[in-house]
């Protein structure tokens, strides 16, 4: 039976389609009755049924048929209902392909066309008109099997097939003869000759239809036949099938829907020209001119109706059903093209009916989905026309859009975002203000696309609410009203209080309004009025016009906000440029104003003082401007004599330095102009220093005035080289005075620390820049270990802010003075580098447990201050930094990180981040002395624990933590198992002697025994070997140090570890053996009983079955050892692990990459004697008399 023309005028795609129609059993599949299911259409909400769709449920059909193993023949399929989706226990059933001619891919010239792309769609289209023309059935074949190659599917439909079967007998035998070899069809391929492919089928398909529009569109036969095939084909369960022929008919939809609309304007101006005619005298009337306008009239309304119903058929045979299907491309193609419809035919598309459907799809799981259905509002809301019609769509789904913006996917909420933007622009009165509300915070969201979206939002629902042109705005100087409204904003909103996100999201929008420094920097120097600015508007503006300044001089977004760009082009460096070159014109006369308006302010001239960094410093020389430059300097030095906080002074400190760059004209009058500044605070540090140093009490005020004196010097000493005013002595006695009587205050004590900190660092540095004479390096030597003795003396102050700055500073001078220093061509001074004795470790680690590890918040602390608790962590973060660092740069001994490790997974959330790094960079160090380390940390925990609780410690919660630790630990040697064996092998042997080292005379177990617990943490990381070796030694051990009464014992942490220890289900892998010869299956039989009868190994029964041919050579492998030799003698336990590590690493070789080869190359020609003997010394109790 052939394909047929859907009944007309019915829904075609509906579960009452007609079998003579459709197929016998096309209407009675799962996927149907799912599809056919009905809508609520005056609720406007999904089902509960559409919304459990998901599209990870269920696989493909090809999927199934590519993981079957064999085939069998099976009965032929009855003329019953079609089975689209075999089930997984009879995949293996399927036929084998058939070998017909009908199997076999006839060359498409379509197909072959739209692929190589090398002729105009055009006339491919015309040539196979002319075909149908001629012989519409060979026609019609050509277009059906171009869809189904189209598909991945080398079937063909012949014409026996299109004469005698309906849809349902043609696409179950095309889906037999799909290929199985693969999942991939070409709608699926993402390389760029098949996304060619895809984009010439959608434009074959609008071609197709743009030149049948005219004649063959409406024979009853083309469109009625294809729309039929396509219906049938998006009901298979084959995944190609389903995607192709609904992209097409997607596609075929879109096309008849431009043909509709031409439709509709051809009978507009045919009725205009029938009124017309009609209202003309009868004299005037031309000769039959009515009725051919009613005889076109007529002939418009049929095509009208004719397209109407292929509309009909295919919207409810295929898109009802497939806009929920298991595939989320399949439902965004459905969703895209109807906002199509909806745009270019909205008189019969934009109606509630049609528009549920993206509303129910905003609910999808799927990204890409919803991603489609936000951009398709776009397109409708875009238009006032088309807006002011979704007044009832936008009631019903306003709060899903609304909530979108803080969906999971970024991108998803920015499109969310946009749509919005359009709904403020082109529907009054359609966002509340509490809609706004859940918008206005996103200006701050770290995702820039995002704030940048809601930046627009903001700027059209307050900034300009009345949608005027900026430039219009700024020619008539309206930028007042702005800066009014930006302020309210950021201040009332109190949702962030930093102004660089929010000029960062403003700036797409509103940057010409933001780079008004002119206009901001007379709103700040107005007089305050009833309309000027109140002091937190003030800080407000001048946040503003600082982050505006950095936002167009670097053009890079704020921390945390987006990748930074790497390399700028040619264009933005010119316009960074003249945007420095414009911020400078109009600052430089205004900046010294601006700072002797708010000098008395520490936060709005610390903001100030960071303008110059901004500026194009050159113009003060260019453009004559060095009388500004004279006020600049004075307010500056104005500043740092006023305050004393360290946010002022660095801000000073860090203007001074760029004012004072050498390659400036003016460096020389900014240079006596620091040296200036600098000889007045020294003069004025020298005059109090000696009532300092004499007096046994000073009071508040001179305590006052040196403490701001040495802070303002040490600060200006980090940026500005200060050596030439020989500040050390002085600061040297100070110190020495404190650590000798204590009687030096605490806040003139710690810049006195600092002063001789950046003191020695600016002497490294004339040193390591240029020659230097060896007197200068034995001076330097000297005072760097003068400091570094008075700072060890300081750890042990009583106030804690001394001894975290003296921790501080050793910790940094052992790292600035470390081994490295004598390295790159540098060994002359190797004389300043730092040894660090056993007792300065010790103290830096006690600092590190007390103010790290064991600190206690104060009692009274309050729990609303979290932005204190937050800077305490953030120093103890600091400290524990320092400390790691040592550890990395091998200035401490490797051994000393066991006091930070063993605090992994207690302290993992304050700094698991920081000890997680060390334990990787330290194993990089030394792998050996790394894996020693992690287990003193275990012992160290256990030690403690058996202290506290004594027998009873295992069953502790603390136990379980230091198990916990292990199995981070055993983490940490990853997959490697060879770059780890001798590792993982010591590790083992040490915990074992730790175990065992206090036995008992009584029956009662070792106190230590509870760490083989802990231990057994390592045990899955051993190979199998090395698993038979370790369990062998534990039990030599036992016999060595335990009685034989206590040997009887069943102690659960000894069971424990030699459970970890055996191999897994040893009946069932001797059941089973390993493909391979005979011989190698009767050496693992014996090999497996004699380990069970003894304790004693040997290098051949213990190997492993391996099948490399290359252990076969392998010494010793089939030398058996003599039966008077000594068994359980530790040498010959070294030797036997020797030969099997040997072994081991042969096979590791063929599995490792080259680099990993040339390590174990060097371990196998090792000699075997010195293997291992480091690792299992005969020191043990009792093994040499066994």
């Known amino acids: 039976m052939r394909l047929r023309r859907p009944t007309r005028g019915c829904a075609s795609g509906s579960s009452s389609r007609s079998p003579s129609a459709w197929g016998a059993g096309s209407s009675s599949s799962p996927a149907t009755e799912q599809g056919d299911a009905e809508m609520d259409l005056s609720g406007l909400v999904p089902s509960s049924e559409e919304g459990s769709s998901s599209p990870d449920l269920g696989s493909d059909f090809e999927v199934m048929l590519r993981k079957s193993s064999k085939r069998v023949a099976r009965t032929p399929p009855s003329q019953g209902q079609v089975a689209k989706r075999p089930r997984r226990r009879t995949a293996s059933r399927l036929p084998a392909r058939d070998t017909s001619p009908a199997c076999s891919p006839e060359p498409n010239q379509l197909y072959e066309a739209v692929r190589s792309g090398k002729t105009a769609l055009e006339v491919v289209v015309d040539e196979w008109l002319e075909t149908y023309k001629r012989d519409r059935e060979t026609g019609f074949l050509e277009l059906a099997n171009f869809f189904i190659r189209a598909c991945g599917c080398k079937g063909v439909v012949t014409s026996e097939m299109f004469r005698k079967l309906q849809n349902s007998e043609i696409i179950q035998q095309l889906t037999k003869q799909f290929a199985e070899d693969s999942a991939e069809y070409p709608l699926a391929l993402s390389t760029q000759p098949w996304r060619r492919f895809r984009e010439g089928l959608c434009e074959l398909v609008a071609t197709l239809v743009r030149r049948c529009q005219y004649s063959v569109l409406y024979d009853e036969f083309l469109a009625d036949t294809l729309i039929s095939l396509l219906t049938g084909l998006s009901d298979s369960q084959v995944r190609a099938f389903r995607h192709t022929s609904t992209l097409t008919a997607m596609k075929l939809m879109t096309a008849l829907v431009n043909v509709a609309l031409g439709v509709s304007l051809h009978k507009e101006n045919n009725q205009r020209q029938y009124d017309a005619e009609q209202g003309k005298g009868p004299g005037r009337r031309t000769a039959n001119r009515l009725e051919t306008l009613l005889e076109q009239r007529k002939q418009l309304q049929e095509q009208q109706e004719e397209i109407e119903n292929m509309m009909n058929a295919i919207f409810k045979g295929v898109f009802v059903h497939r806009y929920r299907d298991v595939v989320p491309e399949i439902r965004s193609i459905c969703m895209e093209e109807m906002g199509k419809w909806m745009q270019s035919y909205s008189t019969s598309f934009l109606t509630d009916g049609y528009l549920k459907y993206i509303g129910w799809t905003l609910h999808d799981k799927q990204r890409d989905v919803r991603l489609t259905c936000l951009k398709a509002l776009q397109g409708l809301y875009s238009s006032q026309d088309t807006a002011v019609r979704m007044e009832l769509f936008t009631s019903r789904f306003k709060a899903r859009m609304v909530s979108m913006v803080l969906d999971k996917e970024p991108d998803v909420a920015v499109e969310a975002v946009k749509l919005l933007t359009l709904i403020l622009q082109n529907m009054e009165d359609v966002l509340t203000e509490e809609d706004c509300q859940g918008i206005y915070p996103v200006v701050f969201a770290s995702h820039r696309a995002l704030a940048t979206a809601a930046g627009e939002f903001l700027y059209r629902k307050l900034l300009d609410p009345k949608g005027e042109a900026r430039q219009e705005r700024l020619q008539r100087g309206e930028t007042r009203a702005f800066f009014h409204l930006l302020l309210a904003f950021f201040i009332e909103s109190e949702l962030h209080e930093h102004a660089t996100y929010l000029v960062d999201s403003l700036w797409d929008c509103a940057a010409a309004l933001l780079k008004d420094w002119e206009a901001m920097a007379v709103l700040l120097l107005e007089e305050s009025s009833d309309e000027g600015l109140g002091d937190p508007q003030e800080s407000a503006l001048i946040q503003i016009l600082v982050a505006s300044m950095r936002q167009a001089v670097e053009g890079q977004p704020p921390v945390g906000r987006g990748p930074r760009k790497k390399v700028l082009s040619a264009w933005e460096r010119k ?124 009071d508040e005020d001179e305590v006052y005035s040196m403490a701001a004196t040495l802070k303002r010097i040490s600060i200006f000493h980090s940026a500005h080289d200060l050596t030439p005013w020989k500040l050390f002595e002085p600061c040297h006695q100070i110190m020495q005075r404190a650590v000798d009587t204590g009687e030096i205050p605490t806040q003139v004590l710690i810049p006195a620390m600092t002063c001789l900190h950046f003191y020695v660092l600016w002497e490294l540095a004339h040193i390591s820049a240029g020659a230097f004479m060896q007197e200068h390096v034995l001076e330097l030597k000297r005072k760097v270990d003068a400091l570094c003795s008075l700072c060890q003396s300081c750890l042990t102050d009583l106030d804690p802010s001394v001894q975290e700055q003296a921790y501080v500073l050793l910790s940094d001078h052992l790292l600035m003075f470390g081994p490295q220093l004598a390295q790159g061509g540098r060994e002359a001074l190797s004389s300043l580098v730092l040894r660090l004795d056993a007792g300065l470790q010790a103290q830096l680690a006690g600092f590190l447990m007390d103010h790290v590890f064991n600190h206690a918040e104060p009692m009274d602390a309050d729990q609303d201050d979290s932005e204190g608790r937050i800077e305490a962590l953030h120093q103890r973060r600091r400290l524990l930094a320092g400390f790691c660092k040592l550890v990395v740069y091998n200035v401490v001994e490797l051994s000393a990180a066991s006091d930070v490790f063993k605090h992994y997974v207690k302290c993992y959330d304050d700094y698991g981040d920081i000890i997680k790094e060390t334990l990787n960079q330290a194993r990089q160090i030394d792998r050996a002395e790394w894996g020693r380390t992690l287990l003193l940390s275990l012992k160290q925990l256990l030690t403690e624990l058996l202290l506290q609780h004594g027998r009873g410690a295992r069953l502790s919660k603390a136990f379980a933590e230091i198990r916990d630790l292990a199995r981070r630990f055993a983490l940490l040697f990853g997959p490697h198992q060879a770059r780890n064996r001798t590792v993982l092998v010591a590790l083992h042997r040490e915990g074992i002697k730790f175990a065992l080292q206090s036995p008992s005379s009584e029956l009662l177990a070792p106190l230590q025994l509870p760490f083989l617990e802990v231990l057994s943490e390592f045990s899955p990381r051993l190979l199998h070997p090395d698993k038979k070796l370790i369990l062998a030694y534990l039990e030599q051990s036992c016999q060595a140090v335990l009685s034989p009464e206590q040997q009887q014992e069943a102690w659960t942490p000894l069971l424990t570890y030699r459970n970890s220890l055996r191999l897994h289900n040893p009946a069932r892998s001797q059941a089973q053996p ?58 010959d336990f070294v030797e036997r692990h020797s030969l099997m590590e040997e072994e081991e690493e042969v096979v590791v070789i063929q599995e490792q990459s080259s680099e990993e080869e040339e390590d174990s190359q060097g371990l196998v020609t090792r000699s075997r004697s010195n293997r291992l003997r480091d690792l299992f010394d005969s020191s043990i109790l009792g093994l040499e008399e066994l």
């Open 575 to 698: 316009a960074q440029a003249s945007e420095r070159v414009r911020i400078t014109q109009y600052l430089i006369p205004l900046l010294p104003q601006l700072l002797a308006k708010f000098s008395a302010d520490a936060e709005k001239v610390t903001l100030l003082l960071a303008a110059p960094r901004y500026f194009d410093l050159s113009l003060y020389c260019t453009g004559r401007l060095e009388k500004h430059l004279e006020l600049l300097l004075g307010q500056l030095q104005e500043a740092v004599e006023k305050h004393s906080g360290r946010e002022v002074l660095e801000a000073a400190s860090r203007a001074l330095h760029v004012l004072c760059d050498p390659e400036l004209p003016f460096h020389g009058r900014v240079d006596y102009a620091r040296s200036r500044l600098v000889d007045q605070l020294t003069d004025k540090f020298q005059q109090e220093l000696p009532e300092l140093l004499q007096a046994s009490f000073l």
């Open 1074 to 1131: 390993r493909p391979g010869s005979t011989t190698k299956r009767r050496h693992a039989d014996e090999s497996s009983g004699h380990s069970d009868s003894s304790l004693q190994l040997s290098s051949r029964l213990a190997t492993p079955t391996l099948t490399s041919t290359v252990v076969k050579g392998a010494r010793g492998m089939s030398q058996p050892l003599p039966e008077d030799e000594d068994k359980g003698s530790e040498s």
